[in-house]
């Protein structure tokens, strides 16, 4: 499982891995590993092919374990399929790579960071209906039996969950990708975080990790900074480190049949005038997420997570220690963002270096 979650390069290691299995750009990943996605059966049922039919097709996977019926993908929208026949599309695509095809599979949607949603009555079952859908549970379910299934458990799945920072610049994404057209960067924290459900779920790779180690998945939690201070590709990391396959001394693909770089997708920028916020504030909400991921230090002794390229997650939790401000809960996070955001007592100017860099999503 790739999980994203949200605005952690999520669009780019979709789009690479998808042209390096499902498109055959690698030899060796795609005779190893599948990239399931029925799309062909939702062309079929009238979905309307576009750029992102293919790389965000298991988008509607998690909407359809929701019970929704393709909220936020058009390509789901269609009278063809209900949740219940969606989730049978899927599930019977895994069983067919996995048994037929006898490939490991790839399934990959920051739509998973719904998980770890802490206000919304469906998180908790979307994680059973995940592996309820896994190859190996579908005769089961069934109560039929199949040697190929015997053996496999959740325990044969790794999540790979990346970990974004600054912590701040992941939350000025979060508003690039919901309403930067309609408001300013101040009235998304002291309005939109107010009344919005659960409105950081997205940037909590913590909880989402202990979520998955919790239920008995592997996790492999990618320390972005640290995959950018050896000057490589997030991409490659997952290919290389997390799928095994043979790459060079500085983490590229040996056998990639493109010479192009990796894909950067999804990539926005925000003017200048709608950044009306101080570094002071930026740096202080900065901190106060970093507060909140204390929370989480235990995970450094989880036997389940392997912690890669950690730079500034070490960094973190090396100083948990020494702060005295404790933030226990989302909600006290989102109180102390909205607060800091509310407080004017300083005249420092937003930096225009700031307000001009492009955040990767």
Wanted: hydrophobic share 35%; glycine share 4%; charged share 30%.
């Amino acid at each position: 499982f790739l999980a994203g979650p949200h605005k952690t390069s999520s669009s780019s290691i979709q789009l690479n891995l998808y042209e390096w299995i499902r498109l055959g750009q690698s030899n060796q990943l795609s005779e190893l590993f599948s990239w399931p996605a029925p799309s062909d059966n939702f062309l079929d049922a009238g979905c309307d092919e576009d750029e992102h039919l293919e790389t965000k097709m298991f988008y509607p996977w998690i909407e359809a374990i929701k019970g929704q019926k393709g909220q936020t993908r058009g390509c789901f929208r269609n009278k063809y399929h209900s949740p219940e026949e969606a989730r049978k599309v899927y599930s019977d695509k895994f069983y067919s790579s996995w048994v037929t095809d006898k490939k490991s599979l790839v399934i990959a949607t920051e739509a998973m960071d719904f998980i770890s949603s802490e206000r919304r009555p469906h998180s908790e079952k979307i994680l059973d209906g995940m592996i309820d859908d896994m190859p190996w549970n579908r005769n089961r379910n069934r109560n039929l039996h199949e040697s190929e299934e015997e053996g496999f458990s959740e325990s044969d799945i790794t999540a790979v969950i990346t970990f974004r920072t600054p912590r701040s610049s992941h939350l000025v994404s979060l508003w690039h990708q919901c309403c930067m057209d309609d408001m300013s960067f101040y009235e998304y924290l002291t309005i939109h975080l107010n009344v919005v459900l659960d409105p950081i779920r997205s940037i909590d790779s913590l909880k989402l990790t202990q979520i998955f180690s919790k239920r008995g998945l592997k996790v492999d939690l990618i320390d972005l900074s640290g995959v950018s201070a050896e000057g490589y590709d997030v991409s490659n990391v997952v290919a290389c480190d997390v799928l095994g396959a043979e790459c060079t001394s500085v983490q590229v693909l040996a056998d990639i049949v493109v010479e192009d770089e990796p894909a950067v997708a999804n990539v926005k920028p925000h003017k200048a005038e709608n950044f009306n916020v101080t570094d002071w504030q930026i740096d202080r909400i900065d901190e106060a997420i970093r507060t909140y991921d204390c929370n989480f230090l235990p995970l450094l002794e989880d036997e389940n997570i392997r912690i890669l390229y950690g730079h500034d997650l070490n960094i973190i939790f090396s100083e948990c220690e020494q702060r005295h401000e404790r933030l226990r809960s989302r909600d006290e996070l989102v109180d102390r963002i909205i607060e800091i955001a509310l407080d004017s007592s300083s005249e420092v100017d937003v930096d225009d270096d700031l307000n001009d860099v492009q955040l990767s999503l």
